[in-house]
């Protein structure tokens, strides 16, 4: 069975960080491509930021050097780090594991940027 699990969410004030964490299980974590992607309330989903297996990074361009996406294959675990939240990062942010054609989603863990 497999597991998705994000953590880490919560209320945090402008320029303030937060990390994410995104743990898998029932997967064979190192061959997956990893992805976190966020949703505002009345928007599409987005991808915020991607890791491939052998370790290869892109981001969106509003959260370029800001946030840093990293995984630790011994532990099954994807990492987001996030500083210099602004208002408009605000979201719920879900964690994707994607081996083709195999994909899993997390249940989403909520970010909210205010004062």
């Known amino acids: 069975q497999v597991q998705v699990v994000e953590s880490g969410g919560g209320l945090v004030q402008p320029g303030g960080s937060l990390r994410l964490s995104c743990a898998a299980s029932?997967?064979?974590?190192?061959?997956?491509?990893m992805g976190w992607y966020r949703q505002a309330p009345g928007k599409e989903r987005e991808l915020v930021a991607h890791?491939?297996?052998?370790?290869?990074?892109n981001y969106a361009d509003s959260v370029k050097g800001r946030f840093t996406i990293s995984r630790i294959n011994a532990k099954n675990t994807v990492y987001l780090q996030m500083n210099s939240l602004k208002p408009e990062d605000t979201a719920v942010y879900y964690c994707?594991?994607?081996?083709?054609?195999?994909?899993?989603w997390g249940q989403g863990t909520q970010v909210t940027v205010s004062s």
């Open positions: 994707n594991c994607n081996w083709h054609p195999n994909n899993y």
């Open positions: 029932g997967i064979t974590f190192r061959i997956y491509d």
């Open positions: 890791i491939t297996s052998g370790g290869s990074t």
